[in-house]
């Protein structure tokens, strides 16, 4: 069967970059064929010892489409294989990733021999003690559709979200405990294939969002953060006009939020999209009821959790 | 809310609106960074009397003070784990400055510090207390006791040093009276430098509001460029910082004059 898919990204240099005037490290892209849909963005690291994360983000984006195109070489044995055994060949093309990756990496590397200014900020020992996927070292987070499924997989921060033909916005793949603020997986670890988070959905997406932890961080709730795909699923039937106005939201949000970097990356079946349109717009409307109804409920509840314990004191202290 | 901090928010705002009123997508606001301060208490029955009377009368002053310690992009939020025989939060997750209110603790049982230490680790998690998106540090967690653990603290201690935003946290404590053990508050927050004492009502005031606030100023601090040409990384930060509060604490220490030496309770 064949569709049509669509789709937009967008990276944004974080306002504290800016201002630093260090270079942004994400990287995002998104590709269409007839038989599949490709989101994906990176985050690179950033820090002293990943001098070179915005080329290793860049890296690691590419690598992801290669990746998946490759296994998309004979889409009907592909689409067969990965909806027998999800698990299986999702593991196989991060494996297929993070050696696309590696190799990458490598051959940037031969070509660019870090130079003293790269040198300059550390010791000579410290230097020795650097390894090379580190310094190019970063996030990846993918989306796909598919003819009648849809996937996704992440190592490090960030968040995938995907709608469905019902209109509802989700999450599929679940926290990394292991990763407080600032810490993340990354593909540079020795154990990269064990890091990383999968989904497989056995039915075919409206829209699957990936994004970098820039933008996640400028909600105050997981609920907003979902509410505002929403808002922009229901607005992709004029994805040129919706186009700038996405991109100026990004850039809101990098100045006015956390101040880092943002990509947004995003692919949807242009037939569901016009066939649901209707519900997403419903949905918005419902969301924005929702919203202020979820504040008053949450400021209630810790009103009465005040409440509780001040008679539980006062009943303690009568005892 | 400091002026500072209102003007920045207010300019916002108005920036906000004025940049897009036609944006769909302001429907959903913009956030920014946010902090965590845990602070522990210990409730128990040797806490009766002047040292809980002074630390509810400080905490309620401490929450304006506190509301002015983030840098003006910075939103902060307070949990508080009180800890006798039994180990509670004061709310069931953590509450903006803006919103706190303080409740009265009052003291009875023993000290289950362990029990307190397992619970932190458990809602020290992005699966509970520390879920919201805005959160950008490693959380403050501040503990105060005056007496030696009645149960296996060094269980509770080894369940939260597997804890990764325990790890990178910046973590402060303060022995209250003679009963309460250095080392032991040493092993808690990984450095000697960071445990002070208080010996009287008037000490035990002022130093948990220096150390709230000079902790909390220190974890809302972005020191991630530091580095002339790089950011430092996580681990940097952290021991920057940590580094850092020792060395403040122990200066205001020293330059208010405290005597580690007052014998037990005199003061209180």
């Known amino acids: 069967m064949q569709t049509t898919f669509q789709g937009l990204f967008h990276t944004l240099i974080g306002a504290s970059h800016l201002n630093s005037g260090t270079v942004c490290q994400d990287s995002s892209d998104f590709q269409a064929t007839e038989h599949y849909a490709i989101a994906v963005v990176a985050d690179g690291h950033g820090s002293k010892k990943h001098f070179r994360s915005d080329v290793g983000s860049r890296l690691a984006v590419e690598a992801a489409v290669a990746a998946v195109s ?82 996704g997989m992440q190592i490090g921060d960030g968040s995938l979200v995907i709608i469905e033909e019902d209109a509802m916005a989700d999450m599929p793949i679940e926290d990394d405990e292991t990763a407080p603020a600032n810490v993340t997986a990354s593909l540079c670890n020795s154990y990269a294939i064990d890091m990383f988070r999968s989904f497989f959905l056995p039915d075919k997406a409206l829209a699957v969002f990936v994004s970098t932890d820039g933008l996640y961080t400028s909600f105050r709730s997981t609920d907003d953060f979902l509410d505002y795909h929403s808002i922009i699923a229901s607005r992709l039937e004029k994805p040129e006009a919706f186009d700038r106005i996405v991109k100026r939201n990004l850039e809101k949000r990098t100045h006015f939020g956390t101040q880092d970097d943002i990509s947004l990356s995003c692919a949807w079946d242009v037939e569901i999209m016009r066939n649901s349109l209707d519900a997403l717009r419903q949905q918005v409307e419902r969301n924005k009821m929702l919203a202020p109804l979820r504040e008053a409920e949450h400021k209630a509840r810790l009103q009465r959790q005040h409440e509780q314990r001040m008679r539980l004191i006062g009943e303690e202290t009568q005892q | 809310m400091s002026e500072a901090m209102e003007n920045a928010m207010a300019n916002n705002d108005m920036l906000l609106d004025e940049l897009d009123d036609d944006d769909p997508l302001n429907a959903t606001g913009v956030s920014r960074k946010s902090l965590v301060i845990f602070f522990l208490i210990d409730t128990s029955g040797s806490m009766k009397g002047t040292k809980m009377g002074e630390l509810n009368t400080v905490m309620e002053e401490l929450i304006p003070e506190i509301r002015r310690v983030g840098e003006a992009d910075t939103d902060v939020k307070v949990a508080v784990l009180t800890f006798s025989s039994r180990v509670m939060w004061m709310y069931s997750e953590p509450i903006a400055i803006e919103d706190f209110e303080w409740t009265r603790l009052r003291a009875d049982g023993v000290t289950s510090m362990g029990a ?153």
Request: glycine fraction near 6%.
């Open chain 1, 70 to 151: 490759q296994y998309y070489t004979d889409p009907e044995l592909f689409e067969e294989t990965i909806c027998e055994d999800p698990e299986r060949v999702i593991r196989n093309i991060e494996k297929n990733i993070i050696a696309r990756w590696d190799q990458a990496v490598h051959t940037h590397f031969r070509e660019h021999p870090f130079t003293p200014e790269e040198q300059r900020p550390f010791t000579e020992t410290e230097f020795a003690k650097l390894k090379l996927e580190a310094v190019y070292g970063t996030t990846l987070i993918i989306g796909v559709i598919g003819s009648c499924f849809t996937f």
């Open chain 2, 116 to 268: 307190a230490f397992k619970e932190l680790s458990i809602r020290m998690s992005r699966n509970s207390f520390l879920n919201s998106p805005t959160l950008s540090f490693a959380p403050v967690i501040f503990l105060m006791t005056d007496g030696y653990p009645s149960d296996d603290y060094k269980a509770g201690l080894e369940a939260l040093q597997k804890n990764t935003w325990y790890k990178y946290g910046l973590k402060t404590a303060l022995g209250i009276g003679k009963e309460a053990n250095d080392d032991m508050l040493a092993e808690f927050t990984g450095s000697r430098d960071t445990v002070v004492h208080a010996y009287s009502g008037g000490q035990l005031a002022h130093l948990i509001k220096i150390i709230a606030v000079t902790s909390s100023q220190i974890g809302s601090k972005s020191m991630t460029l530091a580095d002339s040409d790089h950011e430092l990384g996580m681990e940097d930060v952290y021991e920057a910082k940590q580094k850092m509060l020792g060395q403040q604490i122990q200066e205001i220490v020293k330059s208010e004059g405290f005597d580690n030496t007052i014998p037990f309770d005199t003061g209180w």
